[in-house]
Every structure is written in C-alpha cells, then in structure tokens.
C-alpha cells in the first residue's frame, strides 16, 4: 500500500463532522478517515491543506444532459463528447455521473447508446460515467416539457430489449411515464435486466400514481413536482402520491425555478433525508450564465438565468450540482452535511453502489474540497486529482 494523499480538514462523511480531520489515500481508495491526531504522515504523502473550506464525498448526478455548452448529441460524436462533459461537469464537484443523451428516432437511440457503451469505459480525465439515463422516449405528451412530440411514444417489450442490447450493460435508468400502454410490462423487464425504472412524465390521476409507486415496478421518481400532474385538494395527482409515498426515492432539481424554495422544504420534510436526490437535469447550458444553444433540435436561450424555448417553455436546467446542494440547504433549512447526503449517499444507495456516496474507509477516494461559497476548489476521482482551482 502507497499513501498518496492526505487532507486535513473539516471533513463531511456526511453522516458525521470531523473537525481538524485527516483523510488519507491510498492506492485509489480511501484508507483512513478521523482526527489529525489519529495519523502519522509519511513525509512523501501529498499534504493537502483545505482548512478554509470542507472535505466531503464526491457528487453524484442521476439525471443530466450537458455542461458548459457540451451534450451527447449523435452517435458519432459521442465518444468526443462524453470525454468533454466528463472534464467539464468535473469543476463542479461531479465525480460520478449518469449521462442522458438526446432524443430522436428508434434507431437512433439505439446507435447512441452503442456508442455510448464503447466511450464510457474509455473516460480517463475527469468525472466518470456510471451509465445512461434514458429519459424518453415513453413519456406521456400530456406532460412532455421541453420534449417534442414527434419523439414520444408507448413504449414496446421489443424496443426495450433493443436499446438494452445496444447498451450492454450501460443502460441504469429509464424514465417511464407509467400511465403508457404497456408500461408495467416494460418496466418488469428493465427491473429484471438490472435497470432502475424512474415513474416521471405523467399526467395520470392520483389513484393510478400511487398504486404505480406501490407496486414494485418503479424505483424513483424523476425531477418531483416538474412534468407530472399536480397536487389539488381534490385532485392530488402524480405529486400527491409522491408526497404520500412511504418508501419512494424522489429525484429534485433544486435550482429555485424547476420548484419553488417552499417546495423544495415541503419535499424535503415529507420525504426525508433519505429519499430526496438532488439532480442537475442540466442541458448544454449547465454551468453557464447566458447564451444560446440547441437541444432536441430546438433553440434555447438563457435569460434571466432560465433557458428556455421559443415558446417560453423552460428547457432544462443550467443548474450545476454544487449549487443545488447550498440551494437545497438554503430552502429547506438543512445543515450542509445533510445537504450533501442528497448528492452523494442518496444517489449511490440508489443504484445500489456501496463504494461510493461517503467518506469510509475502503470506499473509492472520490472527494471535493468545498468552499463555503459552494464553489469547488478542488475534485478528486479514485484517488487522483482531476480538478484544482486553488490559488
């Protein structure tokens, strides 16, 4: 064993606080994790000094699109820009990530996750890809947000199986608007081919939502409150039987547009800390403050910090995930450490990987050093340092 890497600090697990913490690397994975007093430093270790900020766990973003003007946007392409997000969405705390790639005609899908399945084990620089997120195309057109309808359908058990072949192994979740003919069956066969199923996009009533969540199929939910019929008194819609959920895990992109800040608290509280997700739902235009750009081969600008369609309609999110973890602490009065848990312990547990989301010993050394700002000054993957923006 090679200690590489030791930092000291305030370190967030994020089920505990260490002040004046030591957290040492070695080989890639996280060797030892408590008081600067615990530890010995061999004097060839790289010392690392982030007592003006906090040590935490990497981020991990279920649910996004793009970063700083890049996207996955054709099979051809793909490798490129995948390796461009990856170092991109780095500087902002990502250290593990599940891409989305764009819509478009059967085949096409299936050439994208192809290509997909061959760069993701190529990415070296930067952040890591866990696999795909594949948000359409069966989404219900009732609630098809920025989608356009040309690409939407019910989903088929033989489509299902040609875009889990084309992925070979990659495809981790699948946003599914339940309410579709033939939706349970296909998500039966996702579940059984090792795919999280997410109920979102659906415009079915409250009833129908609610025994979809109980009913084993689905696992998640994607970005709560956005593209799902609403919560009335009388009507409490997909929302409702989030909201009444007993176990389900709840996807939220917490920029203060996509839900309002006493959303985000409501959410929090009837969910609890262990079932909100924070996700980015980012699009091109992640991590930027104005521009234009395509996406779904349309036009959408950022104004006023939104972007949007033409036709107003709001197109993603440029949210990044560092600034949804201060956002969600902001709005739902949370300390930072449980803010984190969103973005890091949350996810992992969702897709069920138990070397990722904490800071333990034995776990992969993917950790960020936080300013108290948000702002990320520096991000490391299975132990190397893929981001620095310290002075």
Known sequence: MTIQTVLRGTILTPTQIIED????????????VGTRDTMDVPRDAQVIDARDAVIAPGLIDLHTYGCLGVAITSPERAADELAMFSRNVARFGVTRFLISPTMGERAFIARTLSALADAIPNIREGARP???????????PEQRGAFPHAVLHAPTLDEAREYVQAARGWLRVVTLAGNLPNAFAVARFLRAHNVRVSFG??????????????????????????????????????????????????????????????????????????RVILVTDAIPGGGMTDGAFTMLNQTARIVDGVARLEDGTIAGSILTLNRAVMNVRAFAQIALNDALKLATENPARALGLTNLGALAPGMDADVIVMRASGEIALTIVAGEIVFDARD
């Open 21 to 32: 913490g030591a957290l040492v690397i070695a080989d890639g994975a996280i060797h030892h």
């Open 201 to 274: 996009h659906s415009n079915s009533a409250y009833e129908f939502a609610r025994d979809a969540l109980a009913s084993g199929a689905f696992d998640l939910v994607t970005h709560v409150y956005n593209a799902m019929s609403g919560l009335h008194h009388r009507k409490p819609g997909v929302l409702g039987a989030v909201l009444s959920s007993d176990d389900m895990l709840g996807m939220l992109i917490c920029d203060g547009i996509h839900a309002h800040p006493a959303a985000v608290k409501i959410l929090v509280r009837a969910l609890g800390l262990e």
């Open 130 to 140: 866990l696999g795909i997120h594949l948000e359409g195309p069966w989404l219900d």
